[in-house]
């Protein structure tokens, strides 16, 4: 299993209310834009994915909120791949502060569509990319 970096960012003002707390719709923007980071660091940009037919829609959703981020905090998301399947894979996501508390914890699970938003597998039509993912799934399951 290959590692990956974890995901940086700073919390932004304009995504927090009146207390300077996170709202929770904000969480989704997060742990998409530590998706994007993942696939990139293993070679996978989104782009280049949809520029081959290949669209990954967000099938399941699910957040664990622990402690709230605040307005100028920086966090790092830990994004592993727990599951893979010819049609889907699921991620587990860490979001934690600089010092290693663990704040958040989520999962998402996606499907491999088509442009025609039709169910594809992604193992028949791109093995390779299929073989490059599988490098990266951790053996815990969700």
Same mark, same amino acid.
């Given at each position: 299993?290959? /590692? ?12 927090t209310?009146?207390?300077?707390v996170v ?7 997060y ?7 993942l ?8 782009d ?5 037919g290949?669209i ?5 959703l &699910?957040?664990?909120?622990?402690y ?6 920086t966090?790092e998301?830990?994004?592993h791949?727990v599951?893979? /399947? ?9 979001i ?7 704040? &958040?914890?989520?999962? /998402?699970?996606h499907?491999?569509?088509? /442009?025609?938003f ?5 193992k ?10 599988q ?8």
């Amino acid at each position: 299993m290959k /590692t990956l970096k974890p995901y940086r960012r700073k919390i932004n003002y304009y995504e927090t209310d009146q207390m300077q707390v996170v709202h929770h719709s904000n969480y989704a923007r997060y742990l998409e834009e530590a998706r994007l980071d993942l696939m990139e660091q293993a070679g996978l940009p989104y782009d280049k994915l949809e520029e081959l037919g290949i669209i990954i829609p967000v099938l399941e959703l &699910h957040d664990y909120y622990t402690y709230a981020l605040h307005f100028g905090d920086t966090v790092e998301i830990y994004s592993h791949i727990v599951r893979l /399947t010819p049609v889907r894979f699921s991620l587990r996501y860490e979001i934690k502060n600089l010092e290693g508390q663990l704040l &958040h914890t989520a999962e /998402t699970s996606h499907g491999f569509v088509g /442009t025609d938003f039709r169910p594809m597998s992604l193992k028949k039509k791109y093995p390779e990319i299929y073989e490059n993912l599988q490098q990266y799934v951790e053996d815990e399951p969700l």
